[in-house]
């Protein structure tokens, strides 16, 4: 975890994984790198949020592997879901419900499905592709943070992989090109300067 800035009030906080996702921020804001997963994407959210001060909202922005077919380019999330938890199974076992789908302010049709598992093989690639056309490691965790701490979230995610065989190594070669559109999606859409 790496906070960059410092976190003010009427001021938005962007959230990203990895350095190399935020290579192109260039900006006033406080940006929090959380490392890649559910823990450490959660862990570091809530640890600044519970220092306080609170911002006036959180922006993830990061980078996505495409589930099906044609879908490139950013996109605003509307709802996260976990791929990687059985809440059906669970609640057979206790009654209770754990990683309904969160639905996000401000945010349209696209569903992002999140999970611990870096998705690099087709047949888990089609069976997600079911569930969600976006997948990632942290929305979910970040979504769910952020919202037991009573903070807005809006993610913004860039297709840089199609999910499949040989996503690790298309992640690697595009993830300059996604941090500049995601670089250039904050400028136009958050108050990126002071």
Known sequence: MELLGEIAVGRPLLVLAVKEEAQYLDTDQPVLLTGMGKVNAATALA????????PSGIVN???AGALRPGWTGTHVV???VQHDLDGELLA??????Y???LALPDGGDVVLATGDAFISDEAARARLAERAPLVDMEGYALAAAAGLAGV???IVKHV???AGDGAARSWRESVAECARALADWAEANTPYRS
Request: net charge neutral; proline share 10%; hydrophobic share 30%.
């Open 99 to 101: 990683g309904a789908p």
């Open 78 to 80: 509307g709802t996260v």
């Open 160 to 162: 840089s992989d199609e």
């Open 152 to 154: 807005p979230l809006r």
């Open 92 to 97: 057979t076992l206790t009654g209770e419900t």
């Open 47 to 54: 640890t600044v949020l519970a220092r306080g001060p609170r």
């Open 61 to 63: 922005l990061g980078t």
